[in-house]
Structure formats: structure tokens, C-alpha cells
């Protein structure tokens, strides 16, 4: 079967050359599908593994042979060198696995919320107890009282819940803290939002592969389950927007060849509470590690539509992106005006809030203390040792 589509990896026609090229780099894996006969008609990205050349070709394998289904052909009909690399390139990706294992073993990261208000430059780290990481801000003004809704979780086990505390500017913490949803499968980004005078959330809860919309009955403390939005799909960081034509979700779906960070869909519906939301385009209306998963609330400013994005393509929550949307139906239209990164000395940024004068986000911060230096020197000798 003679070739009819070209394929470049990072910018080499080789798919090996590519992705040790974007690995060592410190770049995403950038697809490039172009016809022979002209015209590009496809680009794509994905995160390259610093630890594994396997796991990267596996899963840059995976990709290619998603958009190939979603062009129609068959993966022998790109033309792209397939060969190995050489053993100096080799050796080079397990001196970079090595690398990679050191910061992993002996560099503790924890998340941490920061806030700030919105005439400020500067961002108010708010440090928790070592054993826990919290992320995912929301923030409501309500009662003269800023309200923050976010992820928390437990080094021991990984299990996501999710709480509300009252912002204590003052003093710079979170006061009055409170678990207001805890299942059985992890949640993060408790999205909180208010409809016709009452107070929503849709968590992210991809693990039950649902996305559930719950309600708010005594505000902060109380919510009960309203609708599941979405059925039979793993999605995540899903962010509602309402405009004049409806109800619209933006999220992020996990399938054979996209991980929770490349994609970005959107559903649509008439009504947010008894109207079922059906997919706006048949395909992902951006396939682009730097730029697809959601990081916080649309922002609407002088009559213009802003989305926050992540920026995973060096690593899962690297920083965040303002992007100015355009065009939602139609096809699908928006760009870059801006990016968001964490400050000096921290490693990653990746949500986003506003409510009322405070700005609220997290960062990812290295921690020294005892209890951290034990829990990731210990956590990677049984991931990596006795591959527990």
C-alpha cells in the first residue's frame, strides 16, 4: 500500500528520533499528519515520559493510530522512518531516567493554594500540613466572606476529597475547614458556580466515568447529587458555560490514544437541569497537550470571552494559559493572549479563579521537611523497587 499522508515527530521524520528529541528537550511530542499531495490535516501533541522510552513510544504509538481512525486510514499509509535509535541515543534517555528518578526520589512536591488580590503582583502562599496536598481553588464572595471550595488529599493514600474554608486574609490561612464530599473514587476540581440564585458544583470525579452535577442546599456545607450531565465517559476538569444558545461543557476526555491532558470536547445542551447534553463536534476541538484541559471558570471581561487552559507538555501541571475565545459553534476558534506561571522557586501552576477583588490558584512547591523527605525517598523504593 503506497504511502499518502507524511508524519513528523518533533519536528524528525523519525518516530523514535522524535520522541527521545522532545524527551531530552524537555518538550511535548509534537504530530504533524500532512497529505503528499499538500495541505496539513492534522497536528496533535502529547507529553513525552522522561523516565521510559517505552512508555513514550507506546503512547505516542497509541496516538498515531487514534487520529488515523479519525482520518480514516490506516497507519501504513503514513510515511515515517520506524527504525530504532542508536545505542549513544539510547544511552542518553537512561542517563535522562536517571535524572528524572533523583528528582523524583529526593525533591517532595505538594501542592499548595495562593491567592492574591486583583490589583496585586504578588501571590500569598497558603502552606498545609505536610501529610496532605491541597489544589483545585474555587472562590465565592458571599456575605462579605470569600469562600474557598478545593481538593485535598492524604499522602498515605492518594485518595482525593473535597472541602470548603473560609479565606482569613489577615492572617493568610483557610479557616473553618470542612469535608463537604468524600465517595469512594477520587475527586478534585470542585467546580462551584451559581445558577438563578442557586449554588451548583460539578467535581471531578472520573473514576465513576459520570459527570454529576450537585446542588447546593445550605451554602457552604450541604450538597446532594442533582443529575449526572454526563454518562459513561472518563472526563475531567469539567467546566460549564452558559451563554444566549444554550449550556455548554468544556472537558477533557481520557480515551485509547488521549490521556486526561491532550483533548478538549464540548457538549451542549438547552438546560442545564433536565435537558440531556449532546457533543457539539464528533471530534476533539483541540488536540494540544499545552493547551487543552481546563484550569478554572470561562472569564468574561469588556464583552470578551477568556478560557483558562494547562500547559502539561513539559509536565502535568506546568502552567496555565488566558486564551481568548472568538468562535464556539461553527467551528471552534480562540487564542493565546496570555500565560500564567508559577513563581520563582516553584515548579508548576495550573488553576485559576476569580471572584469579587481575590485572584486564587495553586502551585506545586518542594518541601525539605522530615516527614516529606521520608514519604517520597519510602513512596519511590516501593514504586520503583518492589513495584508497590
Known amino acids: 500500500m503506497s504511502s499518502t499522508i507524511k508524519l ?43 523516565t ?112 470548603v474554608a473560609e479565606l482569613d486574609i489577615a492572617n493568610n490561612q483557610l479557616i473553618n475547614e470542612k469535608v463537604i464530599l468524600k465517595l469512594e473514587n477520587h475527586l478534585s476540581f470542585p467546580n462551584v458556580f451559581k445558577e438563578n440564585g442557586t449554588y451548583y458544583m460539578i467535581p471531578e470525579c472520573a473514576d465513576s466515568h459520570r459527570v454529576d452535577l450537585y446542588e447546593c442546599t445550605d451554602f457552604p456545607y450541604q450538597w446532594k447529587h442533582t443529575r449526572t450531565l454526563l454518562d459513561n465517559i472518563q472526563a475531567v476538569d469539567t467546566t460549564p458555560l452558559k451563554t444566549h444558545d444554550g449550556w455548554y461543557l468544556f472537558t477533557s476526555e481520557i480515551v485509547d490514544g488521549a490521556d486526561c491532558n491532550d483533548e478538549l470536547s464540548i457538549y451542549k445542551s438547552a438546560n442545564l437541569l433536565n435537558e440531556p447534553f449532546t457533543k457539539l463536534y464528533n471530534e476533539p476541538v483541540i488536540s494540544d497537550v499545552t493547551n487543552a484541559r481546563m484550569a478554572g471558570h470561562f472569564i468574561q ?43 520563582r522557586g516553584a515548579l508548576g501552576f495550573h488553576t485559576y479563579n476569580q471572584d469579587h477583588e481575590i485572584v486564587i490558584g495553586d502551585m506545586e512547591i518542594a518541601r525539605f521537611d522530615f516527614y516529606s523527605l521520608k514519604r517520597f525517598v519510602w513512596g519511590n523504593i516501593r514504586k520503583h523497587v518492589f513495584k508497590r
Open 52 to 163: 521510559s522510552l517505552y512508555r513514550t513510544l507506546e503512547a505516542t504509538q497509541a496516538k498515531i493510530k487514534l487520529v488515523c481512525q479519525r482520518l480514516g486510514i490506516e497507519e501504513q499509509e503514513l510515511e515515517y522512518d520506524r527504525s530504532d535509535l542508536s545505542k549513544l541515543e539510547a544511552i542518553g534517555y537512561k542517563l535522562l531516567f536517571l535524572k528524572k528518578m533523583l528528582f523524583e526520589a529526593f525533591i517532595p512536591i505538594q501542592w499548595v493554594i495562593v491567592y492574591k488580590h486583583q490589583n496585586e503582583k504578588k501571590w500569598h502562599k497558603i502552606i498545609p500540613d505536610s501529610k496532605v496536598f491541597q489544589a483545585d481553588p474555587f472562590v465565592v464572595y458571599k456575605d462579605d466572606k470569600y469562600f474557598v471550595f478545593y481538593e485535598e488529599l492524604k499522602f498515605e493514600d492518594y485518595h482525593g476529597y473535597l472541602m
Open 8 to 50: 513528523t515527530i518533533a519536528g524528525t521524520p523519525s518516530l523514535h528520533k522524535g520522541v527521545h528529541k522532545a524527551a531530552t528537550s524537555l518538550d511535548n511530542v509534537e504530530l504533524i499528519f500532512t497529505r503528499k499531495s499538500g495541505g496539513v490535516c492534522a497536528t496533535v501533541s502529547l507529553a513525552a515520559d522522561r
Open 301 to 343: 471581561h469588556k464583552g470578551e470571552l477568556f478560557r483558562v487552559s494547562q500547559n502539561c507538555g513539559k509536565r502535568y501541571g506546568h502552567q496555565a494559559n488566558i486564551n481568548k475565545v472568538s468562535q464556539i459553534e461553527g467551528g471552534y476558534k480562540e487564542e493565546l493572549v496570555n500565560t500564567l506561571k508559577p513563581d
